[in-house]
């Protein structure tokens, strides 16, 4: 009887332990990733804020893609692959803001900034995911991962967005 009530204590001492150290982190998480493109906003602009530009540039969107709304531009406009739906929310001139909904999980906002510079010779396109965490202690540790398992892909689509754009198609 001991060694049970000992055992109990104990698990009530560590899951109190980690819930208070998990306090010491932030509710929300920002994933931000930026490219300078070679463009004149208005040509980075629209291969982004056009859903149908996606594929080309998207990493995984091109062999994924399963439907683009029939209006692929502005607010409510969506693209859905195997894996994800993207829905733009907000769209202004310079920035757009979507929400990514990957299955059962909880949506997460993004958004695309944009930047001219130098003339309106060089865009900076800034893309940003606001990850908003819960006080429990496994979503706040699981955030910790969030930056490694999203910016890869997030770094991969921005090259490919810089070679489109600056490629023969963009110019």
């Known amino acids: 009887m001991k060694f049970i009530k ?14 208070a150290l998990s306090l010491l982190l932030p509710s929300q998480i920002v994933v931000s990733r930026a490219v300078d493109i070679n463009q004149p906003l208005d040509t980075v602009y629209a291969f982004v804020n056009n859903l149908n530009n996606w ?10 893609l399963q439907k683009i709304s ?14 994800v739906t993207v829905t733009l929310t907000k769209v202004s001139n310079k920035k757009i803001e979507a929400i990514w909904q990957s299955g059962s999980r909880k949506p997460m906002p993004g958004e695309f900034n944009f930047y001219p510079a130098k003339g309106n010779t060089i865009t900076t396109v ?3 995911f606001i990850q908003k965490v819960k006080w429990y202690p496994w979503e706040k540790f699981a955030s ?8 890869p892909y997030m770094e991969k689509s921005l090259d490919n967005l810089k070679q489109l754009a600056e490629g023969p198609a963009g110019k």
């Open 6 to 19: 000992l055992g109990v204590i104990s698990g009530v001492m560590i899951f109190l332990v980690i819930t």
């Open 55 to 64: 594929p080309k540039w998207m990493d995984n969107f091109d062999t994924t």
């Open 70 to 83: 029939p209006n692929p531009r502005g607010k409510n406009a969506f693209i859905q692959t195997s894996e």
């Open 126 to 128: 800034q893309w940003q």
């Open 144 to 151: 910790i991962a969030t930056d490694k398992i999203i910016s």
